[in-house]
């Protein structure tokens, strides 16, 4: 366990993602990561044990954990092109790992130098991605929100822990996500580790804002009880839930040193994964149960929101699912390492919750 600035970072190796069975790798690296998360959380001191015990509870009490995932995969997708470049400080002409030994004739620096970026780069924005998406469903979840009593099939904070701390517990995991984020940034001593972690805290900040998740958040509240067109439904999906979904890949791919073209053509794949993911939400709030969805269904409904499928029908949003995806696999396939991403992306159009 290493602390920096009051923020501890777990000692922890995750598993290959080859494609090779993709099942058995996603369930390994989710509970690598629900182990990650669990040695990750603040521990209570004398007066702060019920923000701290509402904080925890919000986080472990499941989850698909899929931004996490996502940002490791895209990550993945670049760590051959990053072991043969080598250190970008380097003049010398032989192949260098991201700490700049000689790997000429070590067939065991590539695994090594990418052990190492996860867990010096990786893991702590892998981290604070979660925690954001977490603070989002509680606030979600409260009275003057969506307010549901149960997530993931167990009591809402709020419903758990009161409406007051629900909103602190949240507000705490947003603020906890940055500190994350900046210790990482604080614990590198690689100049160029360090230029990476400042470009993932600076995309991860404004993909979370009013001109990302929040923006997306305001405007579909703003529009509760009131009827929506294409181009609202529209900015909302892009920006509520595909916000996160283009900062986890990007946050990911800046972190294994991609380029500033590349990061663009990844945020591309991601927002349309995005909004595929949104319309299979909103396609399963009118199909599947509460029992299997872990979540109320009818929500929507409940609180007359315009959705992807009361404005176009569930035989197109079933078929605008196929094709966003199609798409956004079509850009991930021309990198290296891309099985595993582009089996989790297929993933998404046949969950059922």
Not at 5 to 12: L, T, W
Not at 134 to 139: K, P, W
Not at 250 to 269: R, T, Y
Request: hydrophobic share 35%; with cysteine.
């Amino acid at each position: 366990m290493k602390t920096y600035s009051n923020i501890e970072f777990p000692d922890i190796e995750f598993p290959k993602t080859l494609g090779l069975n993709p099942e058995l790798e996603l369930k390994d690296l989710t509970a690598t990561i629900n182990d990650m998360i669990s040695k990750s959380l603040p521990s209570q001191g004398l007066y702060d044990k019920k923000i701290i015990d509402a904080l925890n509870y919000s986080m472990e009490v499941g989850g698909k954990r899929l931004r996490p995932i996502l940002m490791l995969a895209a990550a993945r997708l670049f760590y051959k092109t990053e072991s043969t470049c080598g250190d970008s400080y380097s003049n010398d002409s032989h192949s260098h790992d991201p700490y700049g030994h000689d790997s000429s004739n070590d067939d065991s620096s590539v695994e090594n130098s990418s052990k190492d970026l996860e867990a010096r780069l990786i893991m702590p924005f892998m981290l604070a991605i979660e925690m954001i998406h977490t603070y989002s469903l509680v606030h979600d979840d409260l009275p003057a929100m969506d307010n549901d009593d149960y997530r993931r099939g167990n009591l809402t904070t709020h419903k758990k822990f009161g409406e007051d701390f629900g909103i602190l517990a949240g507000d705490a995991l947003l603020n906890l996500a940055y500190e994350t984020c900046f210790a990482a940034i604080e614990a590198q001593d690689r100049p160029e580790y360090m230029r990476r972690a400042i470009k993932a805290a600076s995309i991860l900040s404004r993909k979370a804002g009013i001109y990302g998740m929040v923006g997306g958040q305001c405007l579909d509240v703003f529009l509760t009880d009131k009827p929506m067109d294409k181009d609202q439904l529209d900015y909302i999906f892009k920006l509520k839930t595909g916000a996160l979904i283009e900062a986890s890949c990007m946050v990911g791919v800046a972190l294994a040193g991609a380029s500033d073209e590349d990061i663009k053509k990844i945020e591309l794949a991601a927002s349309k994964t995005g909004y595929a993911f949104q319309i299979q939400d909103d396609i399963l709030d009118v199909t599947s149960t509460t029992e299997e969805l872990g979540k109320p269904v009818l929500s929507d409904e409940k609180n007359n929101k315009t959705t992807y499928v009361t404005l176009y029908g569930l035989t197109k949003a079933h078929e605008d699912v196929e094709k966003l995806s199609y798409e956004a696999i079509s850009i991930i396939d021309k990198y290296d390492n891309s099985d595993f991403m582009i089996w989790l992306i297929k993933k998404l159009i046949d969950r059922k919750k």
